[in-house]
């Protein structure tokens, strides 16, 4: 049941800081960077949120997510695995890590929007009933019609209680019949090749070729996962 569960996971979280500071102390420093980039990054986007800001580019998207989403998704594990081995981190991890969890999160923000509900496991179009600033909300900010652009801040600055579902519907077919969302696909396809390639470089040396195999595989899955 779900009051055994959560104590369960208390008690785990804590199991996970005993192995980490009972580690190297580069892993003490690697593990409490990690978490000060991801609330960096999770500041900037409730912030937007909380300001009703939309005027944001395309970097501005991708500054956030590497802090929120690619320091805990990859960038880190890929420091600490090393660091745990008593080895200097290659530096390649961090522009690796960087491109992959810009990619992953870029198509986490893409199903959310035409994913098959069964498989994503959340509501569809729950990004906007947020309000959360994505790839896909920049790109059709910049090239749709004053009077759509018009019609999606009257609707994204609304609490989201007052947020009709016709109003989410209106707007999410406005955004797919953009082209919006195949251009945040297709940054995150350049992304994704970018970290793969930064990745497989930084591990070119590595003696055991079958885990790296499987690291790139990994990888691969994370950043162009479609459910």
């Known amino acids: 049941?779900?009051?055994?569960?959560?104590?369960?996971?208390?008690?785990?979280?804590?199991?996970?800081?005993?192995?980490?500071?009972?580690?190297?102390?580069?892993?003490?420093?690697?593990?409490?960077?990690?978490?000060?980039?991801?609330a960096e990054g999770q500041h900037m986007d409730l912030a937007w949120v909380q300001h009703q800001r939309w005027n944001l580019s395309s970097a501005d998207y991708l500054q956030m997510v590497q802090l929120k989403t690619a320091h805990y998704t990859v960038v880190s594990p890929l420091r600490l695995g090393m660091v745990a081995a008593h080895l200097e981190p290659n530096p390649q991890f961090l522009e690796a890590g960087l491109a992959l969890g810009a990619a992953f999160q870029i198509r986490d923000d893409v199903l959310n929007l035409i994913g098959d509900v069964e498989k994503y496991g959340k509501e569809i179009g729950g990004d906007l009933l947020e309000g959360k600033r994505t790839l896909i909300t920049c790109h059709y900010l910049e090239q749709a019609p004053h009077a759509q652009q018009t019609r999606f801040l009257e609707v994204m600055n609304q609490p989201r209680a007052n947020k009709l579902e016709s109003d989410i519907a209106e707007i999410l077919a406005d955004i797919r019949s953009s082209g919006a969302i195949e251009a945040a696909m297709e940054v995150a396809t350049q992304q994704t090749k970018i970290g793969l390639d930064s990745l497989e470089q930084a591990l070119k040396n590595a003696p055991e070729r079958g885990t790296v195999h499987k690291i790139l595989e990994l990888m691969n899955s994370l950043a162009t996962r479609v459910a």
């Open 1 to 38: 049941g779900m009051p055994l569960a959560l104590n369960a996971g208390d008690a785990l979280h804590i199991y996970m800081w005993q192995a980490v500071f009972a580690g190297p102390p580069a892993a003490r420093l690697e593990f409490l960077q990690m978490i000060h980039r991801t």
